[in-house]
């Protein structure tokens, strides 16, 4: 009787267990480019990756109005309802980014950016203030005073997400030998590229890399 209650209730646990992955597996979808993502507020990565922003018509400040994108960069906290209809506040620093017309961006350098390349490894651009100091070079001048004269210039920044766990990195070739080391045959084959050769060829291994390892969210 025992090992018969046993095989029975081993077999609810399976069909359980079956029963949810298929759920999961509905309720996820493959990305590609005619993916739209839901528009609202990201709250944290996890939102992003799991396609749940704060919807904007639950936002109470700043309005959600025709100026809404630019005033959001200007307040200090943001003030919506929760899926309870509880009130919340979140400080606008801890804003992960939006969707928005089903495109996500990103709050990166005080300001939202678009991530027009999506995959396992994704990829955006920021701008950034660079400060170059005006001056000649101290080397064999022993009465050398560094200058005080500087000017700052906009510059673009190319970034790296892990979308495993959400980390922001610095394009480059070095970071992304990091990136797909889980991948033995890519990171050998791009590895072993001579390092001009690496440079040139950073986003069409990153595309060979999402390419093998795609990514899914939710619908």
């Avoid at 493959?30 to 018509?57: E, H, K, Q």
């Avoid at 995959?119 to 920021?126: D, E, K, M, P």
């Amino acid at each position: 009787m025992l090992n018969k209650r046993f095989i029975l209730f081993l077999l609810l646990v399976i069909t359980i267990l079956t029963a949810s992955a298929q759920q999961n597996e509905a309720d996820t979808v493959r990305y590609d480019y005619s993916f739209s993502f839901n528009n609202g507020l990201y709250t944290s990565f996890y939102s992003f990756r799991n396609n749940a922003p704060i919807p904007f018509d639950r936002i109470v400040s700043p309005a959600y109005d025709n100026d809404f994108f630019k005033n959001i960069l200007k307040a200090e906290t943001i003030s919506f309802y929760d899926e309870n209809g509880t009130p919340n506040e979140l400080p606008r620093k801890l804003i992960w980014g939006y969707a928005n017309n089903g495109k996500p961006n990103i709050y990166w350098n005080n300001k939202f950016n678009l991530i027009p390349y999506i995959g396992t490894i994704s990829h955006f651009v920021s701008t950034e203030l660079v400060t170059h100091y005006v001056g000649g070079t101290m080397m064999y001048d022993p009465m050398y005073i560094p200058s005080t004269q500087s000017y700052t210039t906009e510059e673009l920044v190319h970034y790296f997400i892990n979308m495993n766990t959400g980390e922001i990195i610095t394009y480059s070739s070095k970071n992304l030998l990091e990136l797909i080391k889980d991948d033995t045959e890519l990171y050998n084959e791009y590895s072993k590229l001579g390092k001009r050769k690496r440079i040139k060829s950073v986003m069409e291994y990153v595309q060979k890399y999402n390419k093998k390892h795609p990514i899914y969210f939710n619908k």
